[in-house]
């Protein structure tokens, strides 16, 4: 029977490709937030977006909106390439079936999962190479990767891909999901660094791809 590892070499490289891409792209994104910081309409900005507060300086890149703006544009290329590699290996390879959530199979137990990590449950729930919660954390990383190129390529070409854009509420609603997505995915890296501080051996699979299964 052939084997595999947990982490095999093609998801490992598009794991860690993705951590500097997403730095640049999210550093950049800001920048050109910053040139323009309200959200929404103009005269009609949304009323759960504070007014005029640009994001720190710390977390940008790029320095001004023209040069944000090729770095941003171009760097999302290359993100969207290594998702769309990702996806396709996913799927060729059956690997979806063991990493993607399924609501029969992991609803239970990422329900289980999350009250153990609350303490009211005392004792984890059985896993294999990921519990349920984490299964529907890296399929809602996913989902929220596809609604941000959308969203960005609404942005980048408005008038060509009006009905894209369309879809989103307009160049404004296309622009609020952008920000929000990015935030998401902000809070989904926090909450995967959190996991890896609980879990510290399983830090070292994503480097060297574990055990053969």
Excluded: C
Aim: cysteine-free; hydrophobic content about 50%; glycine content about 12%.
């Amino acid at each position: 029977m052939a084997t595999r590892l947990q982490q095999p070499l093609l998801i490992r490289l598009t794991h860690w490709l993705n951590v500097p891409l997403l730095v640049i792209i999210a550093g950049s994104g800001l920048t050109i937030l910053n040139s323009f910081p309200d959200m929404g309409p103009k005269g009609s900005p949304y009323f759960w977006y504070p007014h005029g507060k640009p994001a720190p300086e710390l977390l940008t890149i790029g320095g001004w909106l023209a040069g944000a703006r090729h770095i941003h544009f171009g760097v999302a290329w290359f993100l969207a390439l290594n998702g769309l590699i990702y996806v396709i290996y996913m799927l060729a390879g059956g690997e979806w079936r063991r990493r993607w959530f399924q609501v029969r199979r992991d609803a239970g137990n990422a329900l289980q999962t999350a009250l153990y990590y609350v303490r009211i449950r005392k004792q984890p729930p059985e896993q294999g190479l990921y519990n349920g919660l984490q299964r529907f954390a890296y399929t809602s990383a996913i989902v929220l990767a596809v609604l941000e190129v959308l969203s960005g390529l609404a942005l980048y070409k408005p008038v060509q891909l009006s009905l894209l854009a369309a879809v989103f509420g307009g160049y404004d609603g296309a622009r609020a999901i952008h920000l929000l997505g990015l935030i998401a995915l902000g809070l989904f890296t926090l909450g995967h660094l959190a996991l890896v501080a609980l879990h510290p051996r399983e830090l070292l699979t994503i480097f060297t791809g574990g055990k053969r299964e």
